[in-house]
T-cell receptor, first 113, second 113 residues
Framework: AQSVTQPDIHITVSEGASLELRCNYS??????LFWYVQSPGQGLQLLLK??????LVQGIKGFEAEFKRSQSSFNLRKPSVHWSDAAEYFC???????????FGKGTSLLVTP | KAGVTQTPRYLIKTRGQQVTLSCSPI?????VSWYQQTPGQGLQFLFE???????NKGNFPGRFSGRQFSNSRSEMNVSTLELGDSALYLC????????????FGQGTRLTVV
């Protein structure tokens, strides 16, 4: 069965510092992988996705993520965090014509001045 | 292109009542999935509809039901509301069925009192 683990429930970074949010997944084959962001009271916005090919994917808002098959990981990174990046981040795993997206529990990002 | 539209945005209902939530997917998308989001359980999959057929269902009681119309719009219904049904209900629209790229609406915040 698919599963997604986001080990960090909360992360605090200073504005301008770099960011890495961790995501580990369990799946039999190479899954589709996604990162979503959610601001309070809002829906989820897709940041980036990985289907196949280049293991480093670029997304919106300056985010990138790297798929590492050997580590079953899909970590999200940003070189310099802005105060507006404070939000909840969700990693999700899916499969073509498979079951629904399976989400991690989320990581809450706090950005300090 | 218009995004996913969910109505209403907020609802307050009394225990024992029933409620219907609506979702209009992105034009051309035939898959609509519903998720329940709560602080304790995170994002949980309710069901997916594709071309008017329920394709998958999550682990929720029969009080939760849904349907999809020929124009791909979807509704979900919760009967005999319980306090624990208070949550943010999110609708996601996809071009393809299953765990592929999904675009979310703003959600409907349901409060049961």
């Amino acid at each position: 069965a698919q599963s997604v683990t986001q080990p960090d429930i909360h992360i605090t970074v200073s504005e301008g510092a770099s960011l890495e949010l961790r995501c580990n997944y369990s799946y039999g084959a190479t899954p589709y992988l996604f990162w979503y962001v959610q601001s309070p009271g809002q829906g989820l916005q897709l940041l980036l996705k990985y289907f196949s090919g280049d293991t480093l994917v670029q997304g919106i808002k300056g985010f990138e993520a790297e798929f590492k098959r050997s580590q079953s990981s899909f970590n999200l990174r940003k070189p310099s965090v802005h105060w507006s990046d404070a939000a909840e981040y969700f990693c999700a795993v899916g499969a073509p014509s498979g079951y629904a997206l399976n989400f991690g529990k989320g990581t809450s990002l706090l950005v300090t001045p | 292109k218009a995004g996913v539209t969910q109505t209403p945005r907020y609802l307050i209902k009394t225990r024992g009542q029933q409620v219907t939530l609506s979702c209009s997917p992105i034009s051309g998308h035939r898959s609509v999935s519903w998720y329940q989001q709560t602080p304790g359980q995170g994002l949980q999959f309710l069901f997916e509809y594709f071309s008017e057929t329920q394709r998958n269902k999550g682990n929720f009681p029969g009080r939760f039901s849904g349907r999809q119309f020929s124009n791909s719009r979807s509704e979900m219904n919760v009967s005999t509301l319980e306090l624990g049904d208070s949550a943010l209900y999110l609708c996601a629209s996809s071009l393809a069925a299953g765990g592929s790229e999904a675009f979310f609406g703003q959600g409907t915040r349901l409060t049961v009192v």
